[in-house]
């Protein structure tokens, strides 16, 4: 709490207070979306398991997950 106290009676202009503002939303937004990225394609490895190499090849439109 002692670095945020003397952050808090620093006098800073308009700029440093974004520049501020914008590092602490990107570190909280950026730790957790790292973290439900980590948590959900491990689920999901765990829950197909490996893919097959006997599974089909499809190239074209539609082949990708976003196109099917």
Do not use: C, W
């Not at 006098?11 to 974004?18: A, E, N, Y």
């Amino acid at each position: 709490m002692k670095p945020v106290n003397e952050l808090m009676k620093q006098q800073m202009t308009r700029k440093d207070f974004l520049r501020l503002f914008a590092a602490a939303l990107l570190s909280v937004f950026g730790i957790s979306n790292f973290i439900q990225y980590l948590l959900t394609h491990s689920s999901q490895q765990h829950r197909s398991g490996p893919v097959s190499s006997t599974s089909q090849n499809r190239h074209g439109f539609g082949s990708s997950k976003f196109g099917s």
